[in-house]
T-cell receptor
Framework: DAGITQSPRHKVTETGTPVTLRCHQT?????MYWYRQDPGHGLRLIHY???????DKGEVSDGYSVSRSKTEDFLLTLESATSSQTSVYFC??????????FGSGTRLTVV | SQQGEEDPQALSIQEGENATMNCSYK?????LQWYRQNSGRGLVHLIL?????REKHSGRLRVTLDTSKKSSSLLITASRAADTASYFC?????????????FGQGTILTVHP
């Protein structure tokens, strides 16, 4: 989607390795979010940010950390990947008063 | 836990028919949103309805909101094969929520040509 990009699009990693997913926006929005999508669970919020260096936990934050050192970048790190973290990860931005704009997603497989 | 629950989980119709999907939620909300997701793609925002609104229209989409019943419905009229997708409702809770969305599990809509 215009204004928000995620990288990488696909990644296979081994159990126990650290992994960082990147979300980059060009819209200068204050709020950014990381969700994971799994069959039977819909989308669940991992972490969110309400400004540079301002982040907080979501519903399923265990095993994940985030950082936001610039308005445009929101990084999601799996400290030590586990098979339960195999999922599709979506980043989103929130223009106030409108719906979210989602990135295209990162499909992560932990083997 | 899921704030929004959609019904039905799957819906199969013929092109030209109308499709209705329902969503229920548990807590007070600031607004409710509907999204579409085509297979393997990101979510696309369809429509947002605020807690003080009862109905909104956008093209072939009609959304209603009943805050007394904590429920919403999405109607797609004159469906097309291209409407085949998963549809999610999502809510923003009242109060200070930083705009966080809580999603339901979605309805899979299949429109047969």
């Amino acid at each position: 989607d215009a204004g928000i990009t995620q990288s990488p699009r696909h990644k296979v990693t081994e159990t126990g390795t650290p992994v960082t997913l990147r979300c980059h926006q060009t819209e200068n929005h204050r709020y950014m979010y990381w969700y994971r999508q799994d069959p039977g669970h819909g989308l669940r919020l991992i972490h969110y940010s309400y400004g540079v260096k301002d982040t907080d936990k979501g519903e399923v934050s265990d095993g994940y950390s985030v950082s936001r050192s610039k308005t445009e970048d929101f990084l999601l790190t799996l400290e030590s990947a586990t098979s339960s973290q195999t999922s599709v990860y979506f980043c989103a931005i929130n223009p106030t008063g409108y719906g979210y704009t989602f990135g295209s997603g990162t499909r992560l497989t932990v083997v | 836990s899921q704030q929004g629950e959609e019904d039905p989980q799957a819906l199969s119709i013929q092109e030209g028919e109308n499709a209705t999907m329902n969503c229920s939620y548990k807590t007070s909300i600031n607004n409710l949103q509907w999204y579409r997701q085509n297979s393997g793609r990101g979510l696309v925002h369809l429509i947002l309805i605020r807690s003080n609104e009862r109905e909104k229209h956008s093209g072939r989409l009609r959304v209603t909101l009943d805050t007394s019943k904590k429920s919403s419905s999405l109607l797609i009229t004159a469906s097309r094969a291209a409407d085949t997708a998963s549809y999610f409702c999502a809510t923003v809770r009242g109060g200070t929520s930083y705009g966080k969305l809580t999603f339901g599990q979605g309805t899979i809509l299949t429109v047969h040509p």
